[in-house]
Every structure is written in C-alpha cells, then in structure tokens.
C-alpha cells in the first residue's frame, strides 16, 4: 500500500471515527438504548433497514422504536397479539409488516432461550474462524429456519456468504457490537467475536473508493458490483495497516465515499 494511502486511510478514521459521526448515522439508533438487549435489536433493525437515504432510514428505525412503546426488549417479551396489528402498515422500500412480524416473532423467542444475541452468530462455530463469514452463514441458518412462521419472502433481507452477498449491513451490524475503542462509536458488547474477524461492509460507495485508491485491482473487482469476494480482498488489503482491527477503516472509506471527498 502507498504510503500516502495508508497516511490518508489514517487521517479519515481519526476524522470520523467519533460522536460526531453518530447523529446522521444508523449507527445512532441503537445509540438511543442502555439496556444490551435493546441495543442489540434497534442496532439490528437499524442494520438491516439501512438501505436508501439516511434521512429515511433513521425515520423509519424511529418508527419502529414508537410501535414497540419506547421499549424494544420489554415489547418483544411481553406484547400480545392484539399490540401486532400497529405494525401492519409498517414498509420500507421492500421491507413489510411480513418481514416485521416475523422479526417480533424470532426475536421473542430467541430471547426466551438467550441472553444475548451474540449466541445467534457463534453456537456451533470455530471460535478460531479467519472471519465471521461462518457466523454469518450460521445466523443466516438460524433466522430463516424453514417452520410454519417463516415466510420465504424475508430470506432476502438476511444476507448470507453462501450466496455471495457481500453482507453489508450484518456486518455494519457486527462492526457495532465487536469493534472496541474508546471513541464511543462501536458499542463492543460482544466478545466471542474478535474486531480481527471482521470484515469490511462493502457498498458501491466504498468500493468505488477503495477502487480510486488502489486497494482493489479493477481487472478482478468490479466496481459496480462489490460482493463477498470482493469484501475479503478489501479487508486483507486492509489488515496489511492494522491485522486486529481492519474493520476500523470502514470509518475513512465511507467518510471519503459520502462526503464526496475524492
């Protein structure tokens, strides 16, 4: 990598990586919440829907806070059948009161059995994986388990490497529960990931940054196109300026992307 690069990749984390990101973010949804369950499921839902323009992406996340009383974690323990029918007009883009329906669903049951939603992604996977693309492929497995509940068309918003997605927005999602600092972006409630594992959200935006820099070869990655490939040679490019914690430059390269920088 050019020094210059690596020297640039730096200065943007410094610039970005800070409270001052949150309020224009997703990230600044699960930031409404102390409680770990609650972080856990806004920090999800916030992931998951982060598709399109910011601006409606965080009115729809609140939206969703409102229909679960201000309360995600005590609504999805304790609602009754009755309180379900609130989300029935609930969209976003391709996202409907379906997928919401069965998101309540999963979630009530999955924390009847768990405490946190950590367990989702590791039960049943090499703690010493290179990267989280196995728990990736497990929490997909365990979320779209075919049963009487599940309704095929919400598998689409549950990206897996197995169809080789590139995983953007789980990983966004496991970039704030595993990334440790003291920067106060990044939650790092979990700890049976390592920051090590992860691998970069990939987008258009970043990937057309990251092709601009250098830190993709255009004859092997498409810069239209960015999947989990794509995703991983980004991220091992990435660990040549920081093997335990890649991910961190998801700060400079989205910062540089948005802002229009380059």
């Given at each position: ?6 020297d640039l ?8 990586n800070g409270?001052?990101?949150?309020e ?27 598709w ?7 009115r ?17 323990r ?30 009530r ?5 768990h ?35 599940f ?13 080789n ?24 409630l979990w ?72």
């Amino acid at each position: 990598m050019r020094a210059e690069v690596a020297d640039l990749l730096n200065r943007k984390v410094d610039q970005y990586n800070g409270p001052s990101f949150i309020e224009r973010d997703p990230v600044s949804i699960p930031h409404k919440f102390t409680v770990r369950q609650d972080i856990e499921i806004m920090g999800f839902w916030a992931a998951v829907l982060a598709w399109g323009q910011r601006p409606v992406i965080l009115r729809k996340t609140a939206e969703l806070i409102d229909l679960m009383d201000g309360s995600p974690y005590e609504f999805i323990r304790t609602h009754q059948e009755s309180d379900l029918k609130r989300f029935l007009d609930f969209k976003h883009r391709t996202f409907n009161a379906t997928d919401a329906l069965y998101f309540i669903h999963f979630f009530r049951e999955y924390y009847l059995q768990h405490n946190s939603l950590e367990d989702a992604f590791v039960q049943g996977v090499d703690p010493n994986a290179e990267t989280v693309g196995p728990a990736l492929m497990a929490f997909h497995d365990r979320f779209c388990a075919e049963s009487e509940y599940f309704p095929a068309r919400t598998r689409k918003h549950i990206a897996t490497p197995a169809r080789n997605s590139s995983c953007k927005r789980l990983l966004m999602f496991l970039r704030w529960m595993v990334r440790q600092d003291d920067k106060g972006v990044d939650f790092g409630l979990w700890s049976r990931l390592k920051p090590s594992q992860l691998v970069i959200p990939i987008d258009v935006h970043v990937n057309r940054v990251a092709h601009r820099l250098g830190l993709l070869d255009s004859r092997t990655d498409q810069p239209a196109s960015p999947d989990w490939k794509t995703a991983l040679r980004l991220t091992e490019t990435l660990r040549e300026l920081d093997p335990n914690d890649p991910v961190r430059y998801d700060f400079a390269l989205f910062g540089l992307g948005v802002e229009g920088e380059l």
